[in-house]
Each structure stands twice: as structure tokens, then as C-alpha cells.
């Protein structure tokens, strides 16, 4: 049993025997006795009519010689026991009624006193009891107003600079915020100002909330940690409240950090959205804004926040003064995700011919979070194996995991789907290894993963930023490989391709209205995306343009979609027996990648025995494609790297 559910035990055992005390105090069963006067006492006692006489306290308790119970208590100032010696009654005396003394006046007095106020110390003490209860259960019944803010003192073991990595910018921009912290006289000395604050901004992921604690470890000072929605209650006040008491609690101890996690919570520009302003939000963001740029201003207190939407802060909050220095966290490089994975494999058994490097640049996009719960990942694999160490297999599995999701062993394909699924991917690898502008080919595999019946891997030569008109173009060729291969080998087609086509009509989309990418159109955008504050994300387009246009950009996106369909037509048939090859390639061994890859694209593909019916047929009564275009075959051999895209995707183009 915990100390806490023991002492629980002992209050409810204590109240008990309080409860059963109180009701025999107060209500146990005796009869009603009649009360004399002291003078009829003494009378009786004289004539012979009593038999016994205690006296208790100031109470008299007497018995006749018919057994019956009177009552009395003391009159004048002196005691009972003085009153009945005077009136010729001794209590040693051996005639007369028995005379019997159990108490002292005070002794009594304090017993009769406690018995009356035994109720109302009761219901005292369970009243106390409740309140200290409802303060331990951890809804603070009584303490609304302070603030919930995590401490972590500065001689507790604490993150540095070294256990960040892939984020040197950012590093050296709160370089200077810990040197503020450390030597404020150095800069005050010169007439500048300590920072007010620090707003660290960054997709999720990407280190923010660790490096807010790599700050305050490096400046060895306190560090108050708090989220952004414990400000925030049902009642209005609550968090302009806390925010105070965090504040207060942070001056007594400058220099140090306060840390809010997520603020957009509370500092969202006030008066937006569907039904205005919040009060409770926008009283504790006012508080905020007081506290950061009051008129008490003169503290060494500093203000790091992290966020994902900066876009929707309030523009108070943003200003110089409050939030002096913006400091953006951005997905990592290739040399960062390498510096990444060697901060997360300290300490962690690896085989010699795990190449961090090389799976650094298998991962593009991925964040800090992601490669540590890859390197996670690939040591959970490695002890499920047995393994006493991390090799490449665990590693490429977890990329896999991460990418595509675990593979579904039980699910069970027919024949007939297994060679469809396998066309379809050898058709996307396939048009991707003909077309100059696609990314090269890294992986095909049709086991399941997740939803998915089989995927290809395509990873660029590297981490790209900007997209051409020409790569967009082999994109959605590639997007469309599998769709046309299915139609070449097998005259119908299947679901599968659901995914490509909605991928391939989005970017077809996004060339016309946001890129200026039409030869027709022109270099212009069409619609003007609306986004509420509050929800964060597109709700609607606002058209400005005409329906005319708006016919000109269907006929515009169909026209995209259409030649990259016609040129993934052209690709395959010209590569009729590599299609036939990697295919049957798929079908016997399931997954291919790194050299048996390029070893399977690089040989000559024989020529198949027999056509397949359906082969047949199409060649049969298939008409010829619309004139494109043709695009040169690959002739340089490059090392796939880079970013994996979606499974039977083309990577998805910059936003």
C-alpha cells in the first residue's frame, strides 16, 4: 500500500470512530431523570430515603431506596463535596447513603465542554480534510490563479549545444542569447538591451523545445517550462492570472528562461474567426504582452516560444520589444540529418558497414524527430532479430516502416493481383529510369505496406528546392506509369492507380493556378486561398477569374495530365520487353533495390516467349497514341539518393 493510501486509511478510521463516539455522546439510550435541588438532597438523605450519591464533576447522580434515579447539580460556589460535608454528610462516613466521588470539577467541566463541541470539531475536521484532498488530486481547487509552469534549476543535469545538431544557424542566433544571460554587462556596457524574446518557428519536429533547453543548459540558469493551453480555462481571469504568478515566480528567480511551448494556443490574433474575440484568450494574451513590454521592464528575464504557425500570432505579440529575434528551424540538409543520426546513435551497438552518410541521404525531409524514432526503430528491429548490434538491413527496414508502414504479412494477393501489382510498379520504375528529368529509381518492392499493395521509391540526386516546368512534366509521367502499363499488359485497368491519378491531377493543378506554368494562361496565379485563424488551413478559394478561365484551366490541366499520360504510353511500349523483365523480376523475388537494381535496369531484357493474351489483343486493337514529344533516354548511370517519394507517387512538388 503507497504512504498515500495508508494515511487516507487512517482519516477515514479516525472520522469513524469519531462519528460512533458522538452518536453515544449525543444520543445514547437513558432514560429521563428527574432533578433535584441540592436542599431536597439533603433532606432525603437525612430521613433514610437514599441509598447512593455520586457526585461527577458539578453533577450529582442519586438512587433512592426504591431504586428510582435523580439528578442534580452544584448551586452555590463551593464544591458538592464541600456542600454535603457541611450539611453533616460524609463521604467516609459508614452510615448514612454511600456516598461516591469519580471526578474534579475542572476534569468534568473539560469532558462535558468537549462532548458539546464534538459535532462541530467533526464536521471541522472533514471539511479540512476535503479541502486538502481536492488540492492533492491535482485539480488545485483552490489554486486557479498560479501558474503550472515546469522548473528545472540550474544545477539539475541539463541539454547543451552538442546534443543539438543539424541546426547551426539557429545555434549561432542563441549563441548570443546565452551570452546575454551570461555576461549581460558586456552588452549593457555598450547601451544595448537584453532580448525580450526569442520566437522559434519550424515545421514539427525539428528540434525547437530541445533547443530551448540547449539555451537555458548552456546559460545554467532556471528554466520555466510551460504550454500554451495551460494558460487557458473556463473562467475568464484564470490565465492572465497564472500568467502573472509566472512571471513573479521567473523575476524572483532572474536570470532565467521562460519557455512556451506551442503559443499559438493563447496568442492568436485577437477579433478573428467565426465568432470573434475570446475573452478568456484574449485577457491572458494582453497579460502576455504586458508582462514582455510593460512598464516593469528591467528584469533579466527572457521569453523563448515555440510555434508551427507563426502566420497566425497576434502582430502585438510580434513586434521588437516583445519577440525580438525570429529564429526559423527548417527540415535539415544532408549534413545535418548525418550530424542528427550521430547524436542519436551514441551509445547504440553498430555493425561496420552502417554508413550513416549513406542514410542520411536516403532520408530528405525527413525531421530531427523522425531520424531519432529511426534510429529507434532500427534498434527495436535489431533485438526483435536477435542481433547484438545495428546493421543496414534494420536501417533500410525502418525507412521503410516510416515511409510506407509495416509490412502485412498476413494479407494474402491472388496470382493474378500479384502480377498486376507488379507491372504497375515495374511501369512507374520503368518511365522513371527513361526520362531525363525524373528522379532516379531506389526501391521497387510489391510486398503490402500499409494500405498499399506495393510501392516504388524514388530519391533525387539531391535535396532540391526549387521544380522545373520540365520535372513536373516527367512527374506526372511517372505518376502515370503504372496506370498505362496495366493498360498495355492487361487491356483493363484497376483501382490501383486511384492514388497516382489524384496526385497527378493536384500537380497538373498547381502548374496552371499557382506556378504560371500554362503556355496559354500565362505567367499568372488564379484564386486567392482563405484560411481562418482559428482552424489553420484552407476552407475555400476566392475566384478571381472568369468562368472562361476557369474553362481554359480544366482544358489546360486535362492537357497535362493527357501528354504525360501519352508519353508514359510511348516510354513503356518502346521498352516493351524491360517492362516483361522487371515484371518477372518482381514477381519472383518481390523487392529489388541498390546494385540488383541497377543491374536488372542495365541488362538486356530477353524477349519474352510467349505475349499474354491480353498482350495480344492490345497490340491487336489498341489505336496508336497522340504524337509526343519523345523524351531522350537516360544515358548517365547516378547513385539513387535523396528523398523517397509516396508509394506509386511521384514526390509531391514544393509548396
Known amino acids: 500500500m503507497s504512504p498515500r493510501m495508508l494515511r487516507n486509511s487512517i482519516i477515514y478510521v479516525i472520522i469513524t470512530i469519531a462519528v460512533i463516539a458522538m452518536f453515544f455522546a449525543v444520543f445514547q439510550p437513558s432514560g429521563r431523570s428527574e432533578e433535584l435541588a441540592i ?19 458539578d453533577n ?3 438512587t433512592d431506596i426504591a431504586g428510582r434515579t435523580f439528578t442534580s447539580r452544584k448551586e452555590a460556589d463551593s464544591s458538592l463535596v464541600e456542600t454535603l460535608e457541611n450539611a453533616g454528610l460524609d463521604p467516609e462516613s459508614t452510615t448514612g447513603p454511600e456516598i461516591i466521588v469519580k471526578g474534579s470539577s475542572g476534569l468534568g467541566s473539560f469532558f462535558g465542554l468537549l462532548i458539546n463541541f464534538l459535532p462541530l470539531i467533526f464536521f471541522g475536521g472533514l471539511l479540512l480534510f476535503m479541502m486538502r484532498q481536492a488540492q492533492g488530486s491535482g485539480s488545485q481547487t483552490m489554486n486557479f490563479g498560479r501558474s503550472r509552469a515546469r522548473v528545472v534549476m540550474a ?15 539557429a545555434k549561432e542566433e542563441l549563441e548570443e542569447v546565452v551570452q546575454f544571460l551570461k555576461f549581460p554587462e558586456r552588452f549593457t556596457s555598450l547601451g544595448a538591451h537584453v532580448p525580450r524574446g526569442v520566437l522559434l518557428a519550424g515545421p514539427p519536429g525539428t528540434g525547437k523545445t530541445l533547443l530551448a533547453r540547449a539555451v537555458a543548459g548552456e546559460a545554467e540558469v532556471p528554466f520555466f517550462s510551460i504550454s500554451g493551453s495551460e494558460f487557458v480555462e473556463m473562467f475568464v481571469g484564470v490565465g492572465a492570472s497564472r500568467v502573472r504568478d509566472l512571471f513573479d515566480q521567473a523575476k524572483r528567480n532572474a536570470p532565467c528562461i521562460i519557455f512556451v511551448d506551442e503559443i499559438d494556443a493563447v ?7 467565426l465568432g470573434g474575440g475570446h475573452d478568456e484568450r484574449e485577457q491572458t494574451l494582453n497579460q502576455i504582452l504586458v508582462e514582455m513590454d510593460g512598464f516593469d521592464t528591467g528584469t533579466n528575464v527572457i521569453v523563448v516560444a515555440a510555434t508551427n504557425r507563426p502566420d497566425i500570432l497576434d502582430p502585438a505579440l510580434l513586434r521588437p520589444g516583445r519577440f525580438d529575434r525570429r529564429v526559423v528551424l527548417d527540415l535539415p540538409d544532408v549534413v545535418g540529418r548525418e550530424a542528427i543520426l550521430i547524436v542519436h546513435s551514441k551509445g547504440k551497438p553498430l555493425e561496420p558497414d552502417a554508413n550513416l552518410e549513406v542514410i542520411a541521404r536516403q532520408t530528405p525531409g525527413f525531421s530531427g524527430a523522425d531520424l531519432a524514432n529511426l534510429v529507434n526503430e532500427a534498434a527495436i528491429l535489431a533485438a526483435r532479430n536477435g542481433k547484438k548490434s545495428i546493421g543496414t538491413p534494420e536501417f533500410a527496414e525502418s525507412i521503410d516502416r516510416l515511409v510506407a508502414g509495416p509490412e502485412r504479412k ?3 494477393f491472388s496470382d493474378h493481383e500479384k502480377e498486376v501489382t507488379a507491372y504497375h510498379e515495374a511501369g512507374h520504375a520503368l518511365v522513371a529510369r527513361m526520362l531525363e528529368h525524373a528522379d532516379p529509381v531506389h526501391k521497387i518492392s510489391i510486398v503490402a505496406r500499409g494500405g498499399m499493395g506495393g510501392y516504388t521509391r524514388l530519391l533525387p540526386d ?7 516546368k520540365q520535372q513536373f512534366k516527367d512527374m506526372l509521367a511517372v505518376s502515370m506509369g503504372g496506370r498505362v502499363a496495366e493498360e498495355i499488359i492487361f487491356v483493363d485497368v484497376t483501382t490501383g492507380a486511384s492514388n497516382d491519378l489524384a496526385t497527378a491531377t493536384n500537380i497538373a493543378r498547381q502548374m496552371v493556378t499557382r506556378y504560371g506554368m ?11 486561398r482563405e484560411e481562418l485563424v482559428f482552424l489553420g488551413r484552407e476552407i ?7 468562368d472562361r478561365i476557369a474553362e481554359d484551366i480544366d482544358t489546360e490541366v486535362h492537357q497535362l495530365v493527357d501528354e504525360a499520360y501519352s508519353l508514359a504510353r510511348i516510354t513503356l511500349r518502346e521498352n516493351n520487353d524491360k517492362l516483361h523483365q522487371i515484371a518477372q523480376y518482381l514477381i519472383e523475388h518481390e523487392t529489388v533495390e541498390g546494385p540488383e537494381l541497377n543491374e536488372l535496369f542495365d541488362s538486356v531484357a530477353p524477349t519474352p516467349a510467349r505475349a499474354t493474351p491480353a498482350a495480344a489483343a492490345t497490340a491487336v486493337a489498341e489505336p496508336e497514341p497522340e504524337a509526343v514529344e519523345k523524351k531522350p533516354a537516360k544515358t548517365r548511370q547516378r547513385t539513387p539518393k535523396g528523398r523517397s517519394s509516396g508509394p506509386n507517387t511521384a514526390p509531391a512538388p514544393a509548396s
Open 60 to 62: 450529582l447522580f442519586i
Open 267 to 273: 496568442g492568436r490574433h485577437r477579433g478573428a474567426g
Open 39 to 57: 436542599s431536597e438532597v439533603v433532606q432525603k438523605a437525612k430521613e433514610g430515603d437514599l441509598t447512593r450519591i455520586e457526585i461527577n464533576g
Open 410 to 412: 498476413s494479407r494474402v
Open 518 to 528: 500554362s503556355d496559354k494562361l500565362g505567367p499568372r496565379t488564379f484564386g486567392k
Open 155 to 169: 544545477n539539475r543535469p541539463t541539454v547543451s549545444f552538442s546534443d543539438v545538431a543539424g541546426e547551426e544557424e
Open 462 to 468: 539531391e535535396d532540391r528546392h526549387l521544380w522545373s
Open 540 to 546: 475555400s478559394e476566392q475566384r478571381d477569374y472568369s
